[in-house]
């Protein structure tokens, strides 16, 4: 019990600390202030809606894990069945949306609808298992799409135990009665702490809980309506170019009218890194030349497309502890016999840690194999939180990665929530219901 609860609290503090430096950022804020800023200003307001944001989460992830683990305990065939149409239907409504493709810039040939599927079938999980508030973004999972998850989340429990108190099969039944109660006091529990939510937030930012609005057509947005040059570039060049290839023309002219200026003026974000990113149509023809003449070789450098061919110490202190218990759970099965119960335990890690040395690979493909390999050990040592959270601490900066610290720190850990945290909270309450003895031994 005491593991299952230390999961349960490791996820909900990383999904409450997501969402919340995302959107206290102030780069997020001045890039796209009608969606950031829902966290209001003074210090007890911004703590107790940290707080909140982290019970909302505890909550959602105890009821829908139990919900899970019970109809685990009724058919394996029923759970696959009930989470694969959740997931089939999430996935069909983004590609009948064309909503499909990730905003990363670059992806492209197989690995873009690649990189699509593992990043929906992630967040999917993170909505279902903890209600990570920021994945109610345009370029997620969609404000409508998430309050219809997560309400709909809240709901299952009670159908799988309904299943369950039903079933003639699963043996060693739990008290189905005190289940009931148990479920009904959680969505009591999350119903008071979204009311709560919503009483701290700011009123003008509800609309993110409802709205339809796809990534492509919120990149569009952003850069319509601001007159900053630094916002404009970076909506259209931090995206994939099929968010924005519907006002391509327009984006052209903007730059031909202004590439002048800011090679006068240099502004701060108008660095060669920048100037690599940009297309060749986009530069005026004689800055263009200008730029391949000054070039080794006659051609200017580009950057090419990849294909297939604060609160930080609390995250990692959970995180480690989380991983500590879960080695600990992995013994007590073995020693118990339940034998397959221990070896699904370490597939989960597995998968974790294979999917990050992937992102490694993604994050430091420009580097040499001796970058490479040192950070392949750190993660494969289970170090990778301590490095990701110490470099985010003391703003390390790297010019030659793909994605900024902070971003591969949540990637991290948005990794291990729905490969190792969530399916083992799941797993661990599976084994408790079948063998109700174990609860003595956590």
Not at 156 to 181: C, D, G, Q, R, W
């Amino acid at each position: 019990m005491v593991s299952i609860l230390i999961s349960t609290m490791t996820t909900a503090f990383s999904s409450a600390m997501v969402s919340y430096d995302q959107d206290v950022s102030v780069a997020n804020r001045k890039k796209n202030p009608e969606f950031y800023g829902y966290v209001k200003d003074t210090n007890l307001e911004r703590t107790s809606t940290f707080l909140v944001t982290m019970l909302l989460a505890a909550f959602h992830n105890l009821s829908r894990t139990i919900g899970t683990a019970l109809l685990l305990a009724v058919s394996g065939s029923t759970t696959f069945v009930v989470m694969g149409a959740e997931m089939a239907f999430y996935i069909g409504f983004k590609v009948l949306r064309n909503d499909f493709v990730l905003w990363i810039p670059g992806l492209e040939g197989a690995l873009k609808y690649i990189a699509a599927l593992i990043v929906h079938v992630v967040v999917k999980v993170l909505v279902d298992f903890t209600g990570m508030i920021h994945c109610r973004g345009p370029k997620l999972m969609g404000g409508s799409l998430f309050t219809f998850s997560t309400v709909l989340g809240q709901i299952l429990p009670f159908v799988a135990l309904s299943l369950y108190s039903a079933s003639t099969t699963v043996e060693n039944k739990s008290n189905p009665h005190e289940m009931k109660i148990a479920l009904l006091i959680l969505a009591c529990c999350w119903g008071l702490s979204a009311m709560a939510f919503f009483g701290l937030t700011d009123r003008d930012k509800w609309w993110t809980f409802y709205g339809t609005t796809t990534g492509a057509k919120d990149t569009i947005k952003i850069f319509r309506s601001t007159d900053d040059p630094k916002i404009k570039m970076l909506s259209i060049f931090t995206n994939h170019s099929s968010f924005t290839e519907s006002i391509k023309d327009e984006v052209i002219a903007y730059m031909h009218d202004n590439w002048a200026i800011w090679e006068v003026i240099r502004p701060a974000w108008f660095t060669p890194k920048f100037i690599a990113s940009v297309g060749d149509e986009f530069i005026p023809g004689r800055a263009l030349q200008r730029l391949n003449e000054a070039a080794a070789g006659g051609v200017r450098e580009k950057l090419q497309p990849t294909t297939i061919s604060s609160m930080k110490e609390v995250v990692i202190t959970l995180t480690t502890v989380d991983t500590m218990t879960d080695i600990f759970m992995i013994y007590l099965y073995k020693e118990n016999g339940l034998h397959s119960n221990a070896n699904t335990m370490i597939a989960m890690i597995s998968i974790n840690t294979f999917i990050q040395l992937f992102v490694v690979l993604a994050q430091n493909r420009k580097k040499g194999w001796k970058t490479l390999l040192k950070e392949w050990l750190i993660t494969l040592l289970f170090i990778r939180p301590f490095v990701d959270a110490w470099r985010v601490h003391n703003k390390h900066e790297d010019s030659e990665t793909t994605f900024d610290l902070l971003s591969e720190m949540i990637l991290n850990k948005g990794i291990e929530l729905a490969t190792e945290s969530i399916p083992g909270c799941v797993l661990q309450c599976y084994v408790l219901l079948l063998n109700p003895s174990l609860g003595s031994s956590r």
